[in-house]
């Protein structure tokens, strides 16, 4: 059952947790801009000696490009605190699946750089379509494929075409290649009244075609969280995740060991966590939050005050 935080009782909550993780948009800020009293916040538990990760299913921009949008909020932060799922992806396969061969990617720009600056060779980025004319129906067809490649990447592709599905599924399929997805989330957020298909779909179209289930980078599976513990070290039981979203925030925590709170600043309503703690099915009771509050900035006062105190 989610608890309702109280002020009486946040000083011994934050002390109970030396490593925080957040989610981005929705908790961190929203439509209108930056939630009051974040900045202050994350600088302030820095300083009590908490470790704070931002960890996002976003995989088509750069750590680069996070400290860029933090920036415009007022939040100060290190690259090496943020972890996308383009940089999950990158970082899983060279330290964990320590896979040393070139990898085919299906993802944008940011997938492709992430991949790079961790010197990981990588193709497939950009357009490639079958010529107008051919029937890819033919046993003829012939694609190009790189003896080098030892792992394909799925991400969200702006360029995705039937060729590029060809290359994957044969890759993973006729070669043997290794097959990791950076998020499996089936929509992208939008404002203007249209439905955008999300990196989720694209990775489905694989799965379907190779007949194999992709390692996936991206919440709620817990492939970042051991990129960060093989980093840090951290402990799961001293970790609290703050999220706004039930199937991908609450789910990670809970599937990474840590406790998990959500914030109402987001997509997420006390409804919603009834709704999947009434639920008879197993994956939804892992949706029900340990703690709950309005905002994440609700931590603000209790935090002020250990530092005065320190």
């Given at each position: ?7 009486n009782n946040l000083r011994?909550?934050?002390e ?8 981005c948009?929705g ?6 801009g930056i ?17 704070v990760?931002f ?5 088509t921009k750069?750590?680069e490009?996070?400290?860029e ?9 290190s690259?090496?605190e943020i972890?996308t799922?383009?940089y ?7 330290n964990i699946?320590?896979?040393?061969k070139?990898?085919?990617?299906i993802g ?10 961790l010197?990981?060779p990588?193709?497939g980025?950009g357009p490639d379509?079958i010529d107008?004319?051919t029937d890819?129906?033919?046993?003829d067809?012939?694609v190009d ?6 792992t394909?990447?799925c991400g969200?592709?702006q360029?995705?075409s039937v060729?590029?599905?060809i ?16 998020n499996m989330d ?9 439905t955008?298909?999300?990196t989720?779909c ?8 190779t007949?194999?289930?992709p390692?996936?980078a991206?919440k709620?599976?817990?492939t970042?969280f051991?990129c960060?513990?093989?980093?840090y070290?951290?402990d ?8 706004d979203r039930?199937?991908t925030?609450?789910l990670?925590g ?6 998990a ?8 309503t ?12 197993p994956?939804d009771?892992?949706?029900v939050?340990?703690?709950?509050l ?6 603000l006062?209790a ?8």
């Amino acid at each position: 059952m989610a608890v309702r935080l109280h002020q009486n009782n946040l000083r011994s909550f934050v002390e109970s947790f030396d490593n925080f993780i957040f989610d981005c948009d929705g908790v961190l800020w929203v439509h209108a801009g930056i939630v009051p009293g974040v900045p202050e916040l994350l600088q302030s538990l820095r300083k009590l000696g908490k470790k704070v990760f931002f960890v996002t299913n976003n995989n088509t921009k750069t750590r680069e490009q996070f400290l860029e949008k933090f920036s415009k909020y007022g939040i100060q932060a290190s690259h090496t605190e943020i972890y996308t799922s383009a940089y999950s992806t990158a970082y899983y396969i060279k330290n964990i699946m320590k896979c040393n061969k070139k990898v085919y990617m299906i993802g944008g720009k940011g997938l492709s750089e992430e991949l790079t600056q961790l010197g990981i060779p990588n193709i497939g980025y950009g357009p490639d379509c079958i010529d107008e004319g051919t029937d890819v129906q033919y046993d003829d067809l012939e694609v190009d494929l790189d003896p080098e490649v030892g792992t394909v990447a799925c991400g969200f592709d702006q360029f995705i075409s039937v060729k590029k599905y060809i290359k994957a599924s044969t890759y993973i399929v006729n070669r043997g290649c290794n097959f990791i997805a950076t998020n499996m989330d089936d929509r992208l957020p939008t404002s203007n009244g249209i439905t955008m298909p999300g990196t989720g779909c694209m990775v489905s179209f694989l799965a379907t075609a190779t007949r194999k289930q992709p390692i996936v980078a991206g919440k709620p599976a817990r492939t970042s969280f051991d990129c960060i513990v093989h980093k840090y070290n951290i402990d799961p039981s001293r970790t609290l995740m703050v999220g706004d979203r039930l199937d991908t925030d609450v789910l990670y925590g809970h599937r990474c060991g840590t406790k998990a709170l959500l914030v109402l600043s987001g997509c997420t309503t006390l409804e919603d966590v009834d709704k999947a703690k009434r639920s008879s099915k197993p994956d939804d009771q892992e949706k029900v939050p340990d703690f709950y509050l309005p905002s994440i900035a609700d931590l603000l006062p209790a935090v002020i005050e250990m530092l005065n105190e320190s």
